[in-house]
């Protein structure tokens, strides 16, 4: 069954936590720019929500792509997909 797959418990963990650290960060985000940027905080708040929303939008196609073709990624970490990821193209095999 999936649910006992030894890979499932650690993408739990990984959730929650990744979860928990969203929860702790998102509203300090705006509450920063709009201490820091008084005047121009419109501005700042809409590009800092832009940017947010392209993460959203590219980061699922760019990691799951990763993830079906660097096999490796799975038992080596995440925190080393960022350094990774330049160099995914030329580091990866189709066969």
């Keep these: 069954m ?3 797959h030894a890979t499932y418990a650690f993408l739990i963990v990984g959730m929650v936590v990744a979860t928990l650290g ?6 300090t985000v705006p509450a ?5 940027a008084r005047q121009h905080a419109a501005f700042y ?8 929303s ?9 990691f799951g792509t990763l993830f ?6 799975r038992f080596s970490g995440w925190p080393l997909a ?14």
């Design 22 to 27: 969203e929860m702790l960060i998102a509203p």
């Design 2 to 4: 999936w649910t006992t």
């Design 45 to 52: 708040l809409g590009v800092s929500g832009g940017i947010a």
């Design 82 to 95: 960022h350094v990774l990821v330049p160099s995914w193209p030329s580091s990866c095999s189709n066969g």
């Design 54 to 62: 392209v993460g959203r939008l590219i980061g699922p196609v760019l």
């Design 68 to 73: 079906d073709h660097a096999a490796f990624l």
């Design 32 to 36: 920063l720019i709009t201490a820091t």
